[in-house]
C-alpha cells in the first residue's frame, strides 16, 4: 500500500493539470488506463482504452439536501492501492469459474472549512472494463443524509458518430420497450445497460454493479456526448435516504475491441460480495413448462370462470407432460384470490394464502412430488407492495409448508405507479427502480431463502450482479419478453433477440420464455405472431442465459413437433463454460456453452431481419474428442414472414478446429448439441 502525500497531489492536482500528471491506475494487462484529475475545479476521471481516448474528463460528487456539495472545492487528500487475481466458483451460472483480476486505486477528497468533510472514490480496473463507487465514511454533521442529486459524468467526445443502443427511462413501461439504435446525440434520458459503439469501433457498455439500500442509476444527456448520472427519485423527490457510513453502487465501464467481447466479460458479477446464504445446494437450475401463455393468447384466463387456467385438472396435466419429457417443474398463474375484474389495478385485494375452489394447491404439490416435478408459485402484486409485504410470511410459510422451492413474483404497475402505504397510513407512489423498491425486491429474495426457496422477479428492477450475493435470485425479467408477441403493438422486432444479449443480457440472466412453436396461431398475416423461424426458437435456449428455461407452448404444439422438440429436452440449463463466438450489436450473434458436469456443449446462432450466413470455428470443443454434431437450422426455403417453419435437422461428425457452416435465414438461427462420443 502506498499513500500519497497532500503536498504532492496538491501540485498533481494544480490547475491546468492534464492527464499525463494525473493519479492513474491500469488494468491487468495495461490497455485499459483510469486518470484521476481535477476539470473545472472538481474531482473528474478519464478513460483510455489501447492508448486512445474513449471517455473524456467527466465529473464526479455528490449533492445533499443540507450538506454541502461534495465535488467543487474538494481536492485530493491521499490514496492507495491495492491488487487482486483469484478464481472463484458459482453454485450456477454462465460459467463454473470466475477470475477476478484487478487493480485498484482508492482516491480521498476533503474540504476545508468551518467543517472538514471527506469522501472517497474506490476505482477498480479490470481487462474487460472498470468499476467505481462512492465511500463516505462518518463525519460531523452527516449522520443522516439526503442525497439529491449524484454528479457522475460520462462524457464522450463525438456524439455524433457513436451509436447506442438503448431504452428510455421514467418511462410507464418500467424496462419493457423496443430497443433503440441511433446516434449518441439522439438519446433523451436512457436505462443501463447502456451500449455504444464508438467512432473506433470500441464498444462500450454503462451499467452498475450491486444496487443495495440506493437508487438506481439512469443516464440523462445534458449537452451531445454528455451523460449524467439521474437517480431515480423518492416521491418526495429525494433520490437516496441514508446514514453515513455508506457506499454507492459501483458505476461500471464495460470495455472491448469488438462487440462479442462485451459478451464475455465478468465484471458485474466482480463487483458484488460473495455468497452470503452459505449452502445454497437448494436453489436448482431447471426447465419448466406452465399454465402461462394460454391467458396471453387467449385460450385462458387468470381469472376465475370457464376459461380459469390455473385449475387442479388442468396442472395435473402440464405436471404429467413434464414427468414424460423430463422438465423439473410447472408454473401455475392465476390460482389465487384478487384476479377477478380488472387484475392490473387488483392489487389491495390479492390473497396470498387463498385459491380459488378449483385448485387445489395441497393436492397439486402433492401430486406433483410423487411424479417428480415441484410446482413453481406465482404472486402477483399488481405493484401493492404493502399488501404483498403484510402478507409475505404467511404465503412464503404456505409455499415452504407443501414443497414449493421456486416463485415467480410479478409487480405490474405503470412505472411511478407502485403503491407503498406510509406510516400515517397515505398511499405514497414509487418507482419500480428507486430506493424503496430496491429495498422491497431484496427483501423478497432474503425472506425467501431463508425457506430455502428462489426468487424469479418480473417486473422488476435492473440486475445488477447480486445473484452472486443472493444465489436465490436465480433470474428475473426486465426486458421485453416473449408475451409481447402474443399482444404487444407492435410485437418484437426480428431484431430484439440479436440486441438483447450486447444490452439487457449484460446485467445478468433473464427469463424471456422462449420455445414457441405454434407461430402464427392467427395466421402468419396476423399482426400479433412470432417473428423468428421455428430455429430461432430454438436457439434463444443458447444465446439468451438463464438458469431457469421455460418451454413456454402448449404440450399440444410440442407433441406436433416431436424432433424439434428433443433440443429443448436435451438442452441444460446451467453451465461448465460460456464463449461468445460471433456477432455484432443488433445484426446477429452466436455462443457457445458447454453442460455443467458434463462434456456435451451446445451453440446458438441468431441473425436479425437479413439472411447470413456464419462460418464458425469450433476450437471451443475438446482437443482429442469426438462429437457428433446435431444440427437444427433454417432450411433453405425458411424465412420468418412466409416460411417460418422450414427447419433441417442433421447430424455430422466434428471435431476441435473445425469449422461449422450455419446458415441462418430471414429472422433465423441454429441451434446445435455437440454429443461427445465414448
Same mark, same amino acid.
Given at each position: 500500500?502506498? =499513500?500519497?502525500?497532500?503536498?504532492?497531489?496538491?501540485?498533481?492536482?494544480?490547475?491546468?493539470?492534464?492527464?499525463?500528471?494525473?493519479?492513474?491506475?491500469?488494468?491487468?494487462?495495461?490497455?485499459?488506463?483510469?486518470?484521476?484529475?481535477?476539470?473545472?475545479?472538481?474531482?473528474? %476521471?478519464?478513460?483510455?482504452?489501447?492508448?486512445?481516448?474513449?471517455?473524456?474528463?467527466?465529473?464526479?460528487?455528490?449533492?445533499?439536501?443540507?450538506?454541502?456539495?461534495?465535488?467543487?472545492?474538494?481536492?485530493?487528500?491521499?490514496? @492507495?492501492?491495492?491488487?487482486?487475481?483469484?478464481?472463484? @466458483?458459482?453454485?450456477?451460472?454462465?460459467?463454473?469459474?470466475?477470475?477476478?483480476?484487478?487493480?485498484?486505486?482508492?482516491?480521498?477528497?476533503?474540504?476545508?472549512?468551518?467543517?472538514?468533510?471527506?469522501?472517497?472514490?474506490?476505482?477498480?480496473?479490470?481487462?474487460?472494463?472498470?468499476?467505481?463507487?462512492?465511500?463516505?465514511?462518518?463525519?460531523?454533521?452527516?449522520?443522516?443524509?439526503?442525497?439529491?442529486?449524484?454528479?457522475?459524468?460520462?462524457?464522450?467526445?463525438?456524439?455524433?458518430?457513436?451509436?447506442?443502443?438503448?431504452?428510455?427511462?421514467?418511462?410507464?413501461?418500467?424496462?419493457?420497450?423496443?430497443?433503440?439504435?441511433?446516434? +449518441?446525440?439522439?438519446?433523451?434520458?436512457?436505462?443501463?445497460?447502456?451500449?455504444?459503439?464508438?467512432?473506433?469501433?470500441?464498444?462500450?457498455?454503462?451499467?452498475?454493479?450491486?444496487?443495495?439500500?440506493?437508487?438506481?442509476?439512469?443516464?440523462?444527456?445534458?449537452?451531445?456526448?454528455?451523460?449524467?448520472?439521474?437517480?431515480?427519485?423518492?416521491?418526495?423527490?429525494?433520490?437516496?435516504?441514508?446514514?453515513?457510513?455508506?457506499? @454507492?453502487?459501483?458505476?461500471?465501464?464495460?470495455?472491448?475491441?469488438?462487440?462479442?467481447?462485451?459478451?464475455?466479460?465478468?465484471?458485474?458479477?466482480?463487483?458484488?460480495?460473495?455468497?452470503?446464504?452459505?449452502?445454497?445446494?437448494?436453489?436448482?437450475?431447471?426447465?419448466?413448462?406452465?399454465?402461462?401463455?394460454?391467458?396471453?393468447?387467449?385460450?385462458?384466463?387468470?381469472?376465475?370462470?370457464?376459461?380459469?387456467?390455473?385449475?387442479?385438472?388442468?396442472?395435473?396435466?402440464?405436471?404429467?407432460?413434464?414427468?414424460?419429457?423430463?422438465?423439473?417443474?410447472?408454473?401455475?398463474?392465476?390460482?389465487?384470490?384478487?384476479?377477478?375484474?380488472?387484475?392490473?389495478?387488483?392489487?389491495?385485494?390479492?390473497?396470498? =394464502?387463498?385459491?380459488?375452489?378449483?385448485?387445489?394447491?395441497?393436492?397439486?404439490?402433492?401430486?406433483?412430488?410423487?411424479?417428480?416435478?415441484?410446482?413453481?408459485?406465482?404472486?402477483?402484486?399488481?405493484?401493492?407492495?404493502?399488501?404483498?409485504?403484510?402478507?409475505?410470511?404467511?404465503?412464503?410459510?404456505?409455499?415452504?409448508?407443501?414443497?414449493?422451492?421456486?416463485?415467480?413474483?410479478?409487480?405490474?404497475?405503470?412505472?411511478?405507479?407502485?403503491?407503498?402505504?406510509?406510516?400515517?397510513?397515505?398511499?405514497?407512489?414509487?418507482?419500480?427502480?428507486?430506493?424503496?423498491?430496491?429495498?422491497?425486491?431484496?427483501?423478497?429474495?432474503?425472506?425467501?431463502?431463508?425457506?430455502?426457496?428462489?426468487?424469479?422477479?418480473?417486473?422488476?428492477?435492473?440486475?445488477?450482479?447480486?445473484?452472486?450475493?443472493?444465489?436465490?435470485?436465480?433470474?428475473?425479467?426486465?426486458?421485453?419478453?416473449?408475451?409481447?408477441?402474443?399482444?404487444?403493438?407492435?410485437?418484437?422486432?426480428?431484431?430484439?433477440?440479436?440486441?438483447?444479449?450486447?444490452?439487457?443480457?449484460?446485467?445478468?440472466?433473464?427469463?424471456?420464455?422462449?420455445?414457441?412453436?405454434?407461430?402464427?396461431?392467427?395466421?402468419?398475416?396476423?399482426?400479433?405472431?412470432?417473428?423468428?423461424?421455428?430455429?430461432?426458437? +430454438?436457439?434463444? %435456449?443458447?444465446? +439468451?442465459?438463464?438458469?431457469?428455461?421455460?418451454?413456454?407452448?402448449?404440450?399440444?404444439?410440442?407433441?406436433?413437433?416431436?424432433?424439434?422438440?428433443?433440443?429443448?429436452?436435451?438442452?441444460?440449463?446451467?453451465?461448465?463454460?460460456?464463449?461468445?463466438?460471433?456477432?455484432?450489436?443488433?445484426? %446477429?450473434?452466436?455462443?457457445?456453452?458447454?453442460?455443467?458436469?458434463?462434456?456435451?456443449?451446445?451453440?446458438?446462432?441468431?441473425?436479425?431481419?437479413?439472411?447470413?450466413?456464419?462460418?464458425?470455428?469450433?476450437?471451443?470443443?475438446?482437443?482429442?474428442?469426438?462429437?457428433?454434431?446435431?444440427?437444427?437450422?433454417?432450411?433453405?426455403?425458411?424465412?420468418?414472414?412466409?416460411?417460418?417453419?422450414?427447419?433441417?435437422?442433421?447430424?455430422?461428425?466434428?471435431?476441435?478446429?473445425?469449422?461449422?457452416?450455419?446458415?441462418?435465414?430471414?429472422?433465423?438461427?441454429?441451434?446445435?448439441?455437440?454429443?461427445?462420443?465414448?
Amino acid at each position: 500500500m502506498k =499513500t500519497i502525500s497532500l503536498l504532492l497531489c496538491l501540485t498533481f492536482f494544480a490547475a491546468g493539470t492534464t492527464l499525463a500528471d494525473a493519479l492513474k491506475v491500469a488494468s491487468p494487462n495495461g490497455e485499459i488506463v483510469v486518470s484521476i484529475l481535477m476539470q473545472d475545479g472538481a474531482p473528474a %476521471y478519464a478513460v483510455e482504452f489501447r492508448g486512445k481516448r474513449v471517455l473524456s474528463p467527466s465529473k464526479l460528487g455528490l449533492r445533499f439536501k443540507k450538506a454541502p456539495t461534495f465535488g467543487e472545492g474538494f481536492s485530493v487528500s491521499g490514496s @492507495s492501492r491495492a491488487s487482486r487475481d483469484e478464481t472463484w @466458483s458459482q453454485p450456477w451460472g454462465e460459467r463454473k469459474y470466475v477470475r477476478d483480476h484487478h487493480n485498484e486505486l482508492r482516491v480521498d477528497f476533503s474540504r476545508d472549512g468551518k467543517s472538514k468533510h471527506t469522501f472517497s472514490v474506490r476505482f477498480r480496473v479490470f481487462d474487460d472494463g472498470l468499476g467505481f463507487r462512492y465511500e463516505v465514511a462518518k463525519q460531523r454533521g452527516m449522520k443522516q443524509v439526503d442525497i439529491v442529486d449524484e454528479i457522475t459524468e460520462f462524457s464522450f467526445s463525438d456524439a455524433e458518430q457513436t451509436t447506442a443502443w438503448w431504452i428510455p427511462a421514467r418511462g410507464w413501461n418500467r424496462y419493457e420497450y423496443i430497443y433503440n439504435t441511433t446516434a +449518441l446525440n439522439a438519446v433523451e434520458r436512457a436505462h443501463t445497460p447502456f451500449t455504444l459503439k464508438l467512432p473506433g469501433g470500441t464498444h462500450i457498455s454503462i451499467h452498475e454493479a450491486a444496487l443495495v439500500d440506493y437508487a438506481a442509476m439512469t443516464l440523462d444527456q445534458r449537452r451531445p456526448g454528455w451523460l449524467k448520472a439521474d437517480l431515480v427519485p423518492w416521491s418526495d423527490g429525494v433520490r437516496v435516504k441514508t446514514r453515513t457510513p455508506f457506499k @454507492s453502487p459501483w458505476r461500471t465501464l464495460q470495455i472491448s475491441a469488438d462487440a462479442v467481447g462485451l459478451l464475455n466479460s465478468d465484471l458485474i458479477l466482480n463487483l458484488n460480495e460473495p455468497n452470503k446464504l452459505g449452502d445454497v445446494s437448494w436453489v436448482k437450475p431447471g426447465k419448466y413448462v406452465g399454465i402461462w401463455w394460454g391467458m396471453h393468447v387467449g385460450a385462458n384466463t387468470w381469472e376465475s370462470g370457464d376459461k380459469h387456467g390455473a385449475t387442479t385438472a388442468e396442472t395435473k396435466r402440464f405436471m404429467d407432460f413434464a414427468a414424460a419429457y423430463g422438465f423439473d417443474g410447472v408454473l401455475v398463474e392465476g390460482w389465487n384470490i384478487g384476479w377477478d375484474g380488472s387484475w392490473f389495478h387488483n392489487g389491495d385485494v390479492f390473497s396470498f =394464502t387463498e385459491s380459488y375452489p378449483d385448485f387445489d394447491l395441497p393436492a397439486v404439490a402433492a401430486y406433483g412430488k410423487a411424479k417428480g416435478v415441484r410446482l413453481i408459485g406465482h404472486h402477483e402484486t399488481s405493484g401493492s407492495v404493502t399488501n404483498y409485504r403484510r402478507q409475505m410470511d404467511a404465503a412464503y410459510d404456505l409455499y415452504e409448508k407443501h414443497g414449493v422451492t421456486q416463485i415467480k413474483t410479478g409487480y405490474v404497475a405503470d412505472g411511478g405507479g407502485i403503491k407503498r402505504i406510509d406510516k400515517q397510513g397515505y398511499p405514497r407512489y414509487e418507482w419500480h427502480d428507486g430506493q424503496f423498491m430496491v429495498g422491497e425486491y431484496l427483501h423478497s429474495v432474503i425472506e425467501a431463502a431463508k425457506r430455502r426457496i428462489s426468487i424469479n422477479t418480473h417486473e422488476p428492477v435492473k440486475d445488477t450482479g447480486l445473484r452472486r450475493t443472493y444465489p436465490n435470485w436465480i433470474t428475473r425479467e426486465g426486458a421485453r419478453g416473449q408475451e409481447f408477441n402474443a399482444w404487444g403493438s407492435p410485437p418484437n422486432p426480428p431484431e430484439h433477440t440479436a440486441i438483447l444479449p450486447y444490452t439487457r443480457m449484460l446485467s445478468g440472466p433473464m427469463d424471456f420464455t422462449p420455445g414457441i412453436f405454434d407461430l402464427a396461431w392467427d395466421g402468419l398475416d396476423a399482426e400479433n405472431r412470432v417473428k423468428t423461424t421455428l430455429a430461432k426458437q +430454438l436457439a434463444l %435456449y443458447v444465446v +439468451l442465459y438463464s438458469p431457469i428455461q421455460m418451454a413456454a407452448d402448449f404440450p399440444k404444439n410440442y407433441s406436433a413437433r416431436p424432433d424439434a422438440f428433443q433440443f429443448i429436452r436435451d438442452v441444460p440449463a446451467d453451465w461448465e463454460q460460456s464463449k461468445a463466438l460471433a456477432g455484432e450489436v443488433g445484426d %446477429y450473434v452466436a455462443f457457445a456453452r458447454q453442460e455443467r458436469g458434463g462434456p456435451d456443449w451446445y451453440l446458438g446462432a441468431l441473425t436479425d431481419e437479413q439472411a447470413r450466413r456464419l462460418t464458425l470455428r469450433l476450437d471451443f470443443l475438446a482437443p482429442g474428442q469426438a462429437y457428433t454434431a446435431q444440427i437444427y437450422r433454417d432450411g433453405d426455403k425458411a424465412d420468418w414472414l412466409t416460411n417460418p417453419y422450414d427447419m433441417v435437422i442433421e447430424e455430422k461428425s466434428v471435431q476441435h478446429g473445425d469449422t461449422l457452416v450455419l446458415p441462418l435465414a430471414t429472422s433465423g438461427g441454429a441451434a446445435v448439441r455437440f454429443k461427445a462420443l465414448p
